[in-house]
């Protein structure tokens, strides 16, 4: 334990031995960011807590995968079921977990914005809805604001023309 942290200058390393309490870490880009925060989930595990009691978030998947491979790099062991990940792939995690909660079908599918624009385009023209009146673009915009808004299909009330 004391070959990593010995490592670290005094700002890391105040952070990784932190005891009480959260602690919010702020700092400029390559100032070791990302090296402070696997360190100080291995301590933690080292300290004896359980790695399925800690979730670390990250922007990008690439993170996420190099936050991980540190993690197991310091403690010379597989992690596969902590929960590290990006906020998307954390959610989707949660709802494939919980997915009878979330009131939804078991085999549901989370699509991105291009797979939702070519479903309502095929929607758009199955239904012979003339795409110069409603463009699938308009359309997406609209269906994302509703969602961003919490409705649902049977809240949203048709206004008419």
């Known amino acids: 334990m004391k070959n990593f942290i010995d490592e ?3 700002a890391q390393r105040a952070p990784v031995l932190h005891k009480d309490g959260p602690l919010m870490v702020i700092a400029g880009a390559g100032s070791g960011k990302t090296r402070v925060l696997t360190q100080r989930i ?3 595990i080292k300290q004896g807590v359980s790695p399925f009691s800690i979730l670390a978030v990250t922007f990008t998947n690439k993170a996420a995968s190099e936050m991980r491979g540190r993690i197991e790099t310091l403690l010379s062991a597989s992690l596969r079921g902590m929960w590290v990940g990006t906020f998307h792939g954390i959610a989707h995690r949660l709802l494939r977990s919980h997915w009878q909660e979330a009131h939804l079908p078991e085999t549901f599918q989370i699509i991105d914005s291009e797979d939702q624009l070519r479903l309502i385009r095929s929607i758009i023209k199955s239904l012979e809805i003339d795409d110069s009146r409603w463009p699938a673009k308009q359309a997406q915009w609209y269906i994302c604001g509703k969602k961003d808004e ?3 299909p049977e809240h949203i009330q048709i206004e008419d023309d």
């Open 8 to 10: 670290l200058n005094d």
């Open 42 to 44: 291995a301590y933690l």
């Open 150 to 152: 919490g409705l649902r």
